[in-house]
């Protein structure tokens, strides 16, 4: 079971662009990393989803170096509603169990104005 | 499209009682999942569904939590002789079910022992 670890927090300012790095030295070779975000008194909703190099949709981009044993996450332009708790999960949601949903206590990330 | 349905919002049951949470996945979802939220720390897995089987329970702290999701799709999470530190919010996730398919979050039930 591929263990992460991110930052406990991290603040920034309206505007900027925030990365977040995981890292995830025992990843698997079917391991796909995942970044879910979570505001407080919701459930974590899915940001973004990868392999390997860059992934990027309308909220955020991964990037995975060729190792794949570390992941950043980058946010751009960030707001005063990107404050919340991010989550790097690793692993394989293949429907045979739960290996790899496993979170860590993730990322705080406050944005001031 | 709706997505998940966790009911009650909040429940609070004094020590000793029994406690039924109840989740609604997206409709066609064949994975459902359990996690348990404490104040400050991320979701820990409880349990999980392959539509009506439940193949991992593995994160039940003990025998008095029961998940049953009979019919493969609403699942209901069981607590019997609450305790205190069984206080947390109860997360339902649901998912396809495919390799690498996110999973939907509902907005959980917070539960309170006294």
């Known amino acids: 079971l591929a263990k992460t670890t991110q930052p406990i927090s991290m603040d920034s300012y309206e505007g900027q662009e925030v990365n977040i790095t995981c890292s995830h030295n025992?990843?698997?070779?079917?391991?796909?990393i995942t970044w879910y975000q979570q505001f407080p008194s919701q459930g974590p909703r899915f940001i973004i989803q990868g392999y390997k190099t860059k992934v990027t949709n309308e909220v955020a981009s991964l990037f995975i170096p060729a190792d794949r044993k570390s992941s950043t996450l980058s946010l751009p332009r960030v707001s005063l509603s990107d404050t919340a708790v991010y989550y790097c999960?690793?692993?394989?949601?293949?429907?045979?169990?739960?290996?790899?949903?496993?979170f860590g206590k993730g990322t705080h990330l406050i944005i001031q104005p | 499209g709706a997505g998940v349905s966790q009911s009650p919002r909040y429940k609070v049951a004094k020590r000793g009682q029994d406690v039924a949470l109840r989740c609604d996945p997206i409709?066609?979802?064949?994975?459902l999942f359990w996690y348990q939220q404490a104040l400050g720390q991320g979701p820990e897995f409880l349990t999980y569904?392959?539509?009506?089987?439940?193949?991992?329970k593995s994160g039940l702290p003990s025998d008095r939590f029961f998940a049953e999701r009979p019919e493969g799709s609403v699942s209901t999470l069981k607590i019997q002789r609450t305790q205190q530190e069984d206080s947390a919010v109860y997360l339902c996730?649901?998912?396809?079910?495919?390799?690498?398919?996110?999973?939907?979050f509902g907005n959980g039930t917070r539960l309170t022992v006294t």
């Open positions: 025992n990843i698997a070779t079917n391991d796909y």
């Open positions: 996730a649901s998912s396809s079910g495919g390799f690498y398919s996110p999973l939907h």
């Open positions: 409709s066609g979802h064949v994975s």
């Open positions: 569904f392959q539509n009506e089987a439940q193949l991992d």
């Open positions: 999960l690793v692993g394989v949601d293949s429907g045979g169990g739960a290996d790899g949903l496993t």
